[in-house]
Every structure is written in C-alpha cells, then in structure tokens.
C-alpha cells in the first residue's frame, strides 16, 4: 500500500509524457518506413530505409546542415560574447538600471513570428526600413538584406532575440562573484583585464555552458524566422533541416521521407544534447 500510493500519483504525469512523447516518436517510425505521400492517402507500402537514403541524398541536405551548423555557431557566439559585456556594463548599480534591465530582457519575450516581422518590415526593408534610411542618410546604397544576406540576415534576428536570455543568465551569476576576492585582486596590482580572465571569466563558465547547451538544443529547431522572413531562400542559401524537413512534409507531401528527416534530426539533437549535457556536468563538478 506504501508503495501503490505514490505509483498512482506519479501515473497521470507519465501516462501524460507517455502521450506527448512516445505515442508521436512511434508514429514518426513508422511514417519513416513507409512510402506515404499525402497526394495518395491511401497508398501506404513498406520503404526500409529508402526514405532516410533519400533525403540524406537530397542535394539540399548537406547544404542545410552546413547552414544549420553555421546559424548555430554565430548565435551562440554573439550572444555569448555580448551578452558577457551586457551583464558586466549593467552588473554595478546606476540610475535607472531596473529599466534598462527590463529593456534588455523585454525582446527575449516577443513571439519569433513577430520578432521576425518586425525585423524583415520595419528594420531590413531597403525602401522604409530603419538600416535602410541609414545607408541612405550616409550616402551608401542600402541593401537588401533577405535577398542579399539571407543567413546573416536570420542569425541577427535570432541573436536579437536570444541575446537577452544569456544577458539574463550572465546578470544573476555575476551576483554572486565574491567581491571582496575582486577587491583583493585589485590591491594586489591586478588591473581590470586580469580580473575579468581570472575572476569573472571563470566564475562565468558553468552560465556559458548552460547557456550554450539550452541555445543549441532550441536553435537546431529554427523555423518561424526562416519561414516568416526568407522562406528558405533565395533558393535554399537560408534552408536548416527544420525548413528542409517542412518543405518534404508540406510542399513535396512526402510524409516519409520528412518523418526520416525528422529522425536524423532528432538523433542530432540528442548527440548534442549529451555532449553538452557532459561538458556542464564537468564545469558543475
């Protein structure tokens, strides 16, 4: 009995992951194996590993894992390294540093189909967006920045929006840096370089790594701002596996090469998420 009451508690938590996760994953294994195009519903025959076959032979593939790898690396770089120098610029007290806290944190809480909107329209536009007016103010040519830089073009609205999430994580780590060891450090002829490298930096690792870790698992996943600004384009120079994925799915309608698709990147997901689970194991350590 001491044991039946704490199963039954625990059972409507686990039936409910049971529906979310595994019922879904169970139904991709199985679309993955069978040639199913939603143009023909009713035909459905056995494929092995066709499916796989062909999309990791697609010639977009490796072009959209390059460029998923690409957005990846930039995001988490740039906002790593701002978002250091954010939290150290606004770590000690001044006038209105609630505000501007809020101000930092405030974009990371905007919906991606509206951060990407608001990119594409009233910032990137070259006839009435706000870069644009700025080229022309200066005399330059603006550009065009979907149709130009298209990559470069989604790794800054990504950063822009992630930016305030590893500001935030920076910020509260930085609280509990031991002043007195600051001030120390100073008296013994330290200047403000040797304090961020050996100090700060260091007391920063375990927040870099999570922040590292949570940005990579959420960005392999990137398609709101891809789909609302470039649409995988021109041609594919914007396409990542997640839109790769969609345009199997819903504009080939081969919804067995697209499961496939979505395998591989949940097996990436996950070899990436143990390697970097590992690596905060050891900075917790």
């Not at 019922?23 to 494929?47: C, D, R």
């Not at 040519?141 to 989604?154: C, F, N, Q, R």
């Amino acid at each position: 009995m001491s044991r039946l009451l704490p199963r039954s508690l625990m059972a409507p938590a686990v039936i409910t992951l049971f529906l979310w996760m595994i019922v879904p994953l169970v139904m991709t294994i199985y679309f993955s194996l069978v040639h199913y195009n939603l143009m023909q519903p009713g035909e459905k025959t056995f494929a092995g590993i066709e499916n796989f076959h062909y999309f990791i032979t697609d010639p977009d593939f490796w072009p959209a894992v390059l460029q998923t790898l690409e957005l990846l690396g930039w995001v988490i770089i740039i906002t790593v390294v701002m978002g250091v120098g954010l939290a150290l610029l606004i770590n000690d007290p001044f006038p209105g540093q609630g505000i501007v806290r809020v101000l930092l944190i405030s974009p990371f809480f905007v919906m991606p189909t509206v951060n990407a909107l608001l990119w594409k329209h009233m910032m990137m536009n070259p006839i009435y967006g706000v870069l644009g007016h700025v080229w022309r103010f200066f005399g330059w040519t603006p550009i065009d920045w979907m149709s130009d830089w298209p990559l470069l073009s989604v790794i800054i609205i990504l950063s822009w929006q992630w930016l305030p999430f590893a500001c935030l994580i920076f910020i509260t780590s930085l609280q509990s840096l031991d002043r007195e060891q600051m001030e120390a450090a100073g008296m013994d002829g330290a200047n403000a370089f040797h304090k961020f490298w050996y100090l700060t930096l260091p007391h920063l690792g375990r927040s870099i790594a999570v922040v590292i870790m949570i940005e990579m698992i959420f960005l392999m996943s990137v398609f709101a701002e891809i789909f609302t600004t470039t649409s995988g384009g021109p041609g594919n120079d914007s396409t990542n596996l997640a839109f790769l994925i969609y345009k199997q799915a819903l504009m080939s309608f081969d919804v067995g090469v697209a499961s496939a698709g979505a395998l591989f990147a949940v097996v990436l997901a996950n070899i990436a998420a143990v390697f970097l689970i590992r690596m905060v194991g050891k900075n917790l350590d």
